[in-house]
């Protein structure tokens, strides 16, 4: 926790440190695990970035997003050894990932620089939360499941990328955002579980609203 | 010359640890503090609650080299009879959790057919129950001495599979769930994993 808010202080003074035309960007979207085929996890995005435009081509941004998860049901057998009980037992499992992440992030134009609509490279790097949080409803007392999941959480850095189609407009800008996202960093985990970390493709759209006033002679 | 002797020791004692491996897998169970998950995956352990403690057999660990061999923490004893069946013994060593001595031990005693192979092959699947006349269990554990009285409970075994590879080389796996009850006692939520080889299967 202590290198978590460490590493967002430093990312904050780092942005703040460059002052330039700036803009609040608020994100929705949908989250989609490109890893875990058999649960096929889908999380929806909601998050906010700061922009600080360095130059036409080049935005420094500064990101914070939560991925909430539709849960995911899944069936899963459990066993008794009481003769006066039946031998199996269908259990109803439930899994849910959760994602918060903190990053620092480029925006380099890639064409269009000059005109109304331009594509832009992405590149973010930062700290994530994940918890793959497992659920089970069946009789504690009297069953036990083979092979049990459990509750996984992981916190360490991640990198993510991908590519953004901007659309100006006469008070900000329009943005689709196609991003990549790494799971945590850290290996595999350490327990037989039947999913692993996240790797995402995000589909994301957003609005850039100008903090400051847009320098008529630099593009918005 | 002592520190020759000694030096010689050390090297000797490090190398016997070097060269041993863990062959037991143990997971905790979220459900059940101290007790492994149940699993059919060769994990190599057996936990349960001894009385309400939490007790789990000893890692199963092979030695290689010099000296070599491996520690097992399920023995299959198989022994002949002049009558229609002979019996099988399915014993479990290990403590108490925390405590790495294999003093205490767990046992199921079933009748079996005359063909071993097939007779075990056909427990996989299967629940049966034991009232202490066609099988029973045994137990040596600190809170509770029941090596001489007979235990009354079930078994559930989710696999039981041994295949002959060659004369005296056995390969398989057994996993399940069991319960125990006896006079002073009892062994409740056992679950067990384990791969088998010639080595774990004593036959008379």
């Known amino acids: 926790m202590k290198y978590f808010s460490l590493t967002i202080i430093a990312l904050v003074l780092l942005v703040c440190a460059c002052a330039a035309q700036s803009y609040i960007e ?26 600080f435009r360095k130059s036409k081509n080049y935005d420094i941004l500064l990101q914070g997003l939560i991925s909430w998860p539709i849960a995911k049901s899944s069936t899963v057998k459990a066993y008794t050894s009481n003769p006066s009980l039946p031998v199996d037992a269908s259990v109803e499992k439930t899994t849910k990932p959760y994602t918060f ?11 269009g620089g000059e005109q109304n609509n331009y594509l832009a490279l992405l590149i973010y790097t930062g700290v994530v ?80 609203i100008p903090l400051t006033k847009i320098k008529t002679t630099q593009n918005n | 010359m002592k520190f020759i002797v ?4 050390i090297i000797f004692t490090f190398l016997l640890i070097a060269c041993s491996k863990n062959q037991t897998n143990f997971y905790q169970d979220a459900e059940d503090p101290g007790l492994a998950i149940f699993s059919n995956t060769q994990n190599n352990i057996m936990t349960c609650y001894a009385n309400g403690k939490a ?27 002049t009558s229609f069946y002979d019996t099988v013994q399915i014993s479990w060593d290990g403590n108490f959790e925390n405590n790495s001595n294999r003093d205490s031990r767990i046992s199921l005693t079933i009748p079996f057919s005359k063909n071993f192979l ?14 202490t006349t066609q099988g029973f269990y045994t137990a040596s554990i600190g809170v509770f001495n029941e090596q001489s009285n007979k235990g ?38 056992g679950r067990f994993d384990h791969s088998l080889n010639e080595g774990n299967l004593l036959i008379y």
């Open chain 1, 26 to 51: 608020p994100i929705i979207g949908s989250r989609f695990a490109l890893n875990n085929k058999a649960y096929k996890f889908l999380q929806v995005n909601i998050g906010a970035q700061y922009s």
């Open chain 1, 101 to 111: 992440s903190f990053a620092l992030g480029h925006r380099v134009t890639l064409f």
């Open chain 1, 129 to 208: 939360y994940e918890q793959m949080l497992v659920s089970y409803a069946y009789d504690k007392q009297n069953y036990i499941i083979l092979n049990p999941d459990k509750t996984q959480n992981r916190a360490n850095i991640f990198a993510s990328g991908g590519f953004e189609y901007l659309h100006k407009l006469p008070k900000g800008r329009l943005f689709a955002q196609l991003v990549i996202a790494s799971p945590p960093f850290g290996g595999s985990i350490k327990y037989p579980s039947t999913f692993g970390f996240i790797t995402a493709l995000s589909v994301n759209v957003g609005y850039a």
């Open chain 2, 6 to 9: 000694g030096f010689t020791c």
């Open chain 2, 55 to 81: 007790w789990r057999t000893g890692n199963r660990i092979a030695y290689s080299g010099f000296g070599g061999g491996t520690n097992y923490e399920i023995y299959i004893y198989k022994n002949t009879t």
């Open chain 2, 118 to 131: 097939q007779s075990f092959n056909a427990l996989e699947g299967k629940r049966m129950a034991f009232d």
């Open chain 2, 152 to 189: 009354w409970g079930s078994i559930n075994f989710l696999n039981a599979h041994i295949d002959s590879i060659r004369p005296k080389d056995f390969r398989g796996k057994i996993s399940g769930l069991f319960e125990a009850h006896f006079a002073t006692g009892e062994i409740s939520r």
